[in-house]
């Protein structure tokens, strides 16, 4: 079974990219072990830190990973700060990272009607830049996302159907 590292893109208790990441990673059991990253702990990007335990920890999460399962949300038509402070962190040495060929998964979720769509080119294209491997398969998107969580779950059945059928074939790839 593949080690698949989820990432989501918000930091709030009630985002729905951290509802869809955690409903994903349910239905996802018993095909891969996920894990869900906290990149709410890591510092801002400073080439002179060298030993925060957190951005340690990360690296070493995406390292470690057979594949990302990225899940963003859309802010001012791209990605969070605070997923592309993550990315930073582990992107470093350029081309060299453990970003480098590192087989990735986008899913966007948006409280508008286009589910993310430029966000998720934008980390797509982040992704190209660091020699990491996105997945070729439809755009998984989640539109008008906020109403469509309860009690912390995605609970679109259509989408989460159709983000299962796409992901699925990224998980067989990865041995
Ligand atoms: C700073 C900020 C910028 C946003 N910009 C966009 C945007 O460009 N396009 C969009 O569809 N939604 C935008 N939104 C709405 C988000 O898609 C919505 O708040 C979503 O729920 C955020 O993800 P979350 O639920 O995982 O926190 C923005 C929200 C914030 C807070």
């Known amino acids: 079974m593949p080690d698949l590292l989820v990432v989501p893109g918000s930091l709030r208790e ?6 869809a990441a955690r409903t994903l990673a349910r239905r996802l059991e018993g095909r891969a072990a996920c894990t869900i990253a906290d990149v709410g702990r890591l510092p801002h990007y400073n080439a002179d830190v060298t030993d925060d335990p957190n951005v340690a920890r990360f690296i070493e999460q995406v390292g470690a990973a ?9 802010y001012n038509y791209s990605i969070p700060g605070v997923l592309k402070n993550a990315i930073d962190w582990a992107s470093r040495p ?20 286009l589910g993310g769509v430029r966000a998720q080119a934008h980390l797509k294209y982040i992704l190209n830049g660091m020699l ?3 997945f070729p398969a439809k755009e998984v998107v989640v539109p008008q996302a906020n109403a469509k969580v309860a ?3 995605l609970n679109d059945e ?8 796409e992901i699925r074939p990224f998980l067989d790839s990865l041995g």
């Open 132 to 134: 990491a491997r996105v």
């Open 158 to 165: 259509d989408t989460l159907a159709f983000a299962e059928a």
């Open 66 to 74: 057979d594949g990302i399962l990225f899940v963003t949300p859309e």
């Open 14 to 19: 009630a985002s729905s990219s951290r509802a």
């Open 94 to 113: 350029a081309y060299a990272s453990v970003f480098k060929d590192k087989p990735c998964f986008v899913v966007s979720v948006s409280g508008g009607a």
């Open 151 to 153: 009690d912390g779950m």
